[in-house]
């Protein structure tokens, strides 16, 4: 089955500069990558998602890269603010009926004043 | 307003004792998922079901059950036989499951076993 490795586990940067998150997948089967936030107390939320037939999205200050060859995907969050801290986690699906969404264990992100 | 409701938000139970948790969305999503938290591992998936009378094991099923016999509720129970059931426990719901979409998330249930 599926496995979603997720680095780093924690991350502080100041406020300001850029953040990465980086995720690896197993299965080549997989073509839906969401990621997901979750503030201090609150339930995850969609932020960002790509397919396999995309490379690159971009929304505002957050951008996702895929590289299907290398089977990884990354988070980009551009001029940080206070309001970015949380957990962020990524995840892979694959597009038959039985599979399932996997998550990677998360990553903590502190933005430094 | 549409969206997922849990409950109760924290719960204590006592070694031995079942627990169910409920989770009820009025989104009129065909599919539902619970997942279990712990700090530093992610999302685990318990069970999921795609319609109703219908629901399939994840990857963390052994200690708990759930039905769904109505489209809206997809209630969990953690039965004495969950051996480390402290947890964080939430649910999700997706539109269609063939296509890989959004989750919605409820707010979640803490779980504290005396």
């Known amino acids: 089955g599926e496995n979603v490795e997720q680095h780093p586990s924690t991350l502080s940067v100041q406020e300001g500069d850029s953040a990465v998150i980086k995720c690896t997948y197993s299965?080549?089967?997989?073509?839906?990558f969401p990621w997901y936030k979750q503030e201090l107390g609150k339930r995850p939320q969609l932020i960002i998602d790509?397919?396999?037939?995309?490379g690159e999205k971009k929304d505002q200050r957050i951008a996702v890269t895929l590289n299907k060859t290398a089977k990884h995907f990354s988070l980009h969050i551009t001029e940080t603010q206070p309001e970015d801290s949380a957990v962020y986690f990524c995840a892979a699906s694959g597009r038959n009926r039985d599979d399932k969404i996997i998550f990677g264990k998360g990553t903590r992100l502190h933005i430094l004043p | 307003d549409g969206g997922i409701t849990q409950s109760p938000k924290y719960l204590f139970r006592k070694e031995g004792q079942n627990v169910t948790l409920s989770c009820e969305q009025n989104?009129?999503?065909?599919?539902m998922y619970w997942y279990r938290q712990d700090p530093g591992q992610g999302l685990r998936l318990i069970y999921y079901?795609?319609?109703?009378?219908?629901?399939q094991k994840g990857d963390i099923a052994e200690g708990y059950s759930v039905s769904r016999e109505k489209k809206e509720s997809f209630p969990l129970t953690v039965t004495s036989a969950q051996k480390n059931p402290t947890a964080f426990y939430l649910c999700a719901s997706s539109m269609v499951w063939g296509s890989p979409g959004e989750l919605f998330f409820g707010e979640g249930s803490r779980l504290t076993v005396l």
């Open positions: 299965d080549s089967a997989s073509n839906y």
């Open positions: 989104l009129n999503h065909d599919a």
């Open positions: 079901s795609q319609i109703v009378n219908d629901f």
């Open positions: 790509i397919r396999s037939n995309v």
